[in-house]
C-alpha cells in the first residue's frame, strides 16, 4: 500500500483477554516503530524494529506486551491479559534506515484505539 | 538520555494572530535531527519539518517559520497569520540514532486552537 496501515482501528475489550494489534509498513521501509499515545498525552515510545530484529525494547510496559515482525514487513503487537490502563491509540511508523537513503522521517499509520472495558 | 520539552500545554489564539510554539531539547549528541509532527482533530501524525543539527539556519515554508539555536538546544516553531484550519496537536520530536534508523523522543505537545 501507498501508506502504513494497521489494523483494526478500533477495538474494545474486556479486561483480562488478550489483543493483538497489526501494522503493516511502507513497502521497502527497514524500521518500524510502535509509539503509544494515551488521552491527551504525548507519544510514548515501545519498540523499534530495524528488519526482523528489535534492538530498543526498552519502551515495553510491562511483559505483558511484546511485539513481533516477521518477513521484514507486517508487525504485531501483542497485550495479554489487558487492563484499563492499556486504553490509548497505538500508533505504528515505518521509516527508511539511514543507509537506505532515509531521512529520518517517521510514515505514521492513524492508529488503532484499544479501550479495555 | 534524549529528551524534549514543550513547556506549553494549550495555546488559544484568534484567527489571524501570529503564534509561536516552543521546544527545547536535551541531546548528549553531537549529529542529531529535530522534527515538528502535526496531529490534526483527525488523529494522523503529519510531518512538518525536519533540521539536522549542523544546519542553523532558519526555514520558512509559507506562514510557517522555524527557529533553530543549539546555543540554547531550541527549535522553536511560527506560525504566521494563524487560520482556523491550524487547530491542532503539534509535536516537536529530536532523534536519536539506533543502529541505522532513527528512533525519535517526542515532546508532551502543545494543543493549539485557532478561533475565528
Known sequence: GAGVSQSPSNKVTEKGKDVELRCDPISGHTALYWYRQSLGQGLEFLIYFQGNSAPDKSGLPSDRFSAERTGGSVSTLTIQRTQQEDSAVYLCASSLSLAGGGTGELFFGEGSRLTVL | ?116
Open chain 2, 1 to 116: 538520555a534524549q529528551k524534549v520539552t514543550q513547556a506549553q500545554t494549550e495555546i488559544s489564539v484568534v484567527e489571524k494572530e501570529d503564534v509561536t510554539l516552543d521546544c527545547v531539547y536535551e541531546t548528549r549528541d553531537t549529529t542529531y535531527y529535530l522534527f515538528w509532527y502535526k496531529q490534526p482533530p483527525s488523529g494522523e501524525l503529519v510531518f512538518l519539518i525536519r533540521r539536522n543539527s549542523f544546519d542553523e539556519q532558519n526555514e520558512i515554508s509559507g506562514r510557517y517559520s522555524w527557529n533553530f539555536q543549539k546555543s540554547t538546544s531550541s527549535f522553536n516553531f511560527t506560525i504566521t497569520a494563524s487560520q482556523v484550519v491550524d487547530s491542532a496537536v503539534y509535536f516537536c520530536a529530536l532523534s536519536e540514532v539506533l543502529r541505522g534508523a532513527q528512533k525519535l523522543v517526542f515532546g508532551q505537545g502543545t494543543r493549539l486552537t485557532i478561533n475565528p
